[in-house]
């Protein structure tokens, strides 16, 4: 089984920071906490466990954070025991090819991919009774027992040949997804997520920052939960912008500047003081940070108008210097999202896979034109370059294994 894995390796961690300023492949170097690794098949540890063929796995901003040596060691979820090796890649399709004697889910030749196998163990996956408030709700991510490092964990991962998990870990795909739509609903259902913790009212202005795969999954997602909304798109490049106005955005900056946008569009008052310090009074409705940075945040909270909402969808693995003055001084709302779990979709609870898949057959959601470069796992440091320069044209990077 060959895999790619970071470990949480605090002093080769700390070395690779201090030396990738001045040698940027120093990521792919013995230096490194990461490692691609032929490790032998383990056996299934468990009757309620399965192996996983891959078939393709899409390269995610979250997996090349960790690649890349951009978590700080002091962050929250560092501190957590629970967070000691992790298998890259999340975005991946698979076919089940061994279950074990206690599986009654699933069975050889079913189609899966990831459910909550990469963000860390459950109640579940952990076989806990009774299970924690989160994971009876279906927020999986949230479990207050992720680190009670009770049973075995998984081994492998989506960049590679393949994986085992726990059944509960893994999701059937319905045999009318192809396999590109498999692959992206797990990324889409994050989008979804995002939108669904602050769904847009009918009429409202809505500001997507940064057209990534994570923003411009956002667009859409925005798009197909409330049609009668207007979508502002903030990009960086030509390609993205184009693709944030197929999928549904009104208007898309180009490197443009946000402040003189919501007075614009929003009819925002925009106040200057000293050293560039800006501030609108007015503008969008909701926010959706699709970046995550200190800069981006930041923005975000001062382009939101008076009880607005900004949903923090982007991540960054560090502490950041931010000026939250705007959440008490507008009132603002600052609510973040975690991958996903458990909606409340047209007046049920329902699961943010099923969400997608719904709206997948209603035609609200598309891949089309999204995964833009495909590789074999031989050539992953050409596939993460690829990923990380977007001057290449790329949106969804994937490793293909068929």
Same mark, same amino acid.
């Given at each position: 089984?060959?895999?790619?894995?970071?470990?949480?390796?605090?002093?080769?961690?700390?070395?690779?920071?201090?030396?990738?300023?001045?040698?940027?492949?120093?990521?792919?170097?013995?230096?490194?906490?990461?490692?691609?690794?032929?490790?032998?098949?383990?056996?299934?540890?468990?009757?309620?466990?399965?192996?996983?063929?891959?078939?393709?796995?899409?390269?995610?901003?979250?997996?090349?954070?960790?690649?890349?040596?951009?978590?700080?060691?002091?962050?929250?979820?560092?501190?957590?025991?629970?967070?000691?090796?992790?298998?890259?890649?999340?975005?991946?399709?698979?076919?089940?090819?061994?279950?074990?004697?206690?599986?009654?889910?699933?069975?050889?030749?079913?189609?899966?991919?990831?459910?909550?196998?990469?963000?860390?163990?459950?109640?579940?996956?952990?076989?806990?009774?009774?299970?924690?408030?989160?994971? $009876? *709700?279906?927020?999986? &991510?949230?479990?207050?027992?992720?680190?009670?490092?009770?049973?075995? /964990?998984?081994?492998? @991962? !989506? +960049?590679?040949?393949?994986?085992?998990?726990?059944?509960?870990?893994?999701?059937?795909?319905?045999?009318?997804?192809?396999?590109?739509?498999?692959?992206?609903?797990?990324?889409?259902?994050?989008?979804?997520?995002?939108?669904?913790?602050?769904?847009?009212?009918?009429?409202?202005?809505?500001?997507?920052?940064?057209?990534?795969?994570?923003?411009?999954?956002?667009?859409?997602?925005?798009?197909?939960?409330?049609?009668?909304?207007?979508?502002?798109?903030?990009?960086?490049?030509?390609?993205?912008?184009?693709?944030?106005?197929?999928?549904?955005?009104?208007?898309?900056?180009?490197?443009?500047?946000?402040?003189? $946008? *919501?007075?614009?569009? &929003?009819?925002?008052?925009?106040?200057?003081?000293?050293?560039?310090? /800006?501030?609108?009074? @007015? !503008? +969008?409705?909701?926010?959706?940070?699709?970046?995550?940075?200190?800069?981006?945040?930041?923005?975000?909270?001062?382009?939101?108008?008076?009880?607005?909402?900004?949903?923090?969808?982007?991540?960054?693995?560090?502490?950041?210097?931010?000026?939250?003055?705007?959440?008490?001084?507008?009132?603002?709302?600052?609510?973040?999202?975690?991958?996903?779990?458990?909606?409340?979709?047209?007046?049920?609870?329902?699961?943010?896979?099923?969400?997608?898949?719904?709206?997948?057959?209603?035609?609200?959601?598309?891949?089309?034109?999204?995964?833009?470069?495909?590789?074999?796992?031989?050539?992953?440091?050409?596939?993460?370059?690829? *990923?990380?320069?977007?001057?290449?044209?790329?949106?969804?990077?994937?490793?293909?294994?068929?």
């Amino acid at each position: 089984m060959r895999a790619i894995y970071v470990d949480k390796d605090i002093p080769r961690l700390l070395a690779v920071k201090a030396l990738k300023r001045a040698w940027q492949d120093v990521v792919f170097s013995r230096l490194s906490p990461a490692h691609f690794a032929d490790l032998s098949d383990p056996p299934l540890p468990g009757p309620r466990w399965v192996r996983v063929r891959n078939l393709q796995c899409g390269i995610c901003a979250s997996d090349l954070a960790l690649l890349m040596a951009e978590a700080d060691p002091t962050i929250a979820p560092a501190a957590l025991p629970g967070n000691q090796r992790f298998y890259l890649g999340h975005e991946v399709v698979g076919e089940v090819v061994e279950v074990g004697e206690g599986v009654t889910t699933l069975r050889p030749g079913d189609r899966v991919i990831m459910d909550t196998r990469f963000q860390g163990a459950t109640c579940l996956s952990q076989e806990i009774e009774p299970p924690c408030r989160h994971c $009876a *709700a279906g927020n999986f &991510t949230l479990c207050e027992n992720a680190s009670a490092g009770v049973g075995p /964990r998984g081994v492998g @991962g !989506g +960049w590679g040949d393949g994986f085992t998990a726990h059944e509960t870990e893994v999701y059937r795909v319905p045999d009318d997804l192809d396999d590109d739509q498999a692959m992206m609903v797990e990324p889409l259902s994050t989008a979804v997520r995002a939108v669904l913790r602050r769904p847009p009212e009918p009429g409202a202005r809505v500001l997507v920052v940064g057209c990534g795969i994570v923003g411009l999954n956002v667009v859409q997602a925005a798009r197909a939960v409330q049609p009668d909304c207007h979508i502002t798109a903030l990009a960086r490049y030509p390609h993205q912008a184009e693709m944030a106005r197929r999928l549904g955005a009104d208007e898309v900056l180009l490197r443009g500047d946000p402040f003189e $946008a *919501a007075a614009r569009l &929003t009819d925002a008052k925009v106040y200057t003081g000293m050293f560039d310090n /800006r501030m609108a009074l @007015g !503008g +969008w409705d909701v926010v959706y940070d699709c970046v995550g940075s200190a800069r981006t945040l930041q923005e975000s909270l001062r382009l939101a108008r008076a009880r607005g909402t900004v949903v923090l969808v982007g991540i960054t693995l560090a502490p950041m210097k931010v000026d939250l003055t705007p959440v008490w001084y507008q009132e603002v709302d600052l609510v973040g999202i975690y991958a996903h779990g458990a909606e409340c979709w047209h007046g049920e609870h329902r699961r943010t896979y099923d969400v997608v898949i719904e709206l997948f057959r209603a035609g609200k959601l598309t891949t089309e034109g999204l995964i833009t470069h495909r590789f074999r796992l031989e050539q992953w440091r050409e596939a993460i370059r690829t *990923a990380l320069d977007k001057r290449t044209g790329s949106i969804k990077v994937v490793f293909d294994y068929r």
